[in-house]
């Protein structure tokens, strides 16, 4: 049974950072997308960065771009996001997911089949 097992979330000051993590456990290969979204409370799960593994394009959501980094350790099977320029906004439950066997990788949480219990992210000052 796959587990995407994720870590790393924290607490930060505003204009901090924090590095999540998420491991592929149960699979040998890398699934063809990984993304991470987050879920604020009483707010919709929306999506932050996805990337695909085989060649490593990313794309991040606006709220993202130029602040959070995803990547991939293919040796590693392991996800990462690497947030800097923390807000308080950023604070949420943040997620990592996996799309098997895909090359299109969109910042839609339907498009994803499994999913990590989720790690908490608190910006505050």
């Known amino acids: 049974q796959v587990q995407l097992v994720e870590s790393g979330g924290g607490s930060a000051q505003p204009g901090g950072s924090l590095r999540l993590s998420c491991a592929v456990f149960g699979y040998s290969y890398a699934p063809g997308c990984m993304a991470w979204f987050r879920q604020a409370s009483g707010k919709e799960r929306e999506g932050v960065a996805t990337?695909?593994?085989?060649?490593?394009?990313?794309d991040h959501s606006d709220s993202a771009k130029g602040r959070f980094t995803i990547s991939h350790d293919k040796s590693k099977n392991t996800l990462y996001l690497q947030m800097d320029s923390l807000k308080p906004e950023d604070t949420s439950m943040y997620y990592c997911?996996?799309?098997?066997?895909?090359?299109?990788?969109?910042?839609?949480?339907?498009?994803?089949?499994?999913w990590g219990q989720g790690t908490q992210v608190t910006v505050s000052s």
């Open positions: 990337i695909y593994t085989g060649d490593g394009r990313t």
């Open positions: 997911a996996a799309r098997w066997s895909d090359t299109y990788c969109p910042l839609n949480q339907y498009a994803y089949n499994s």
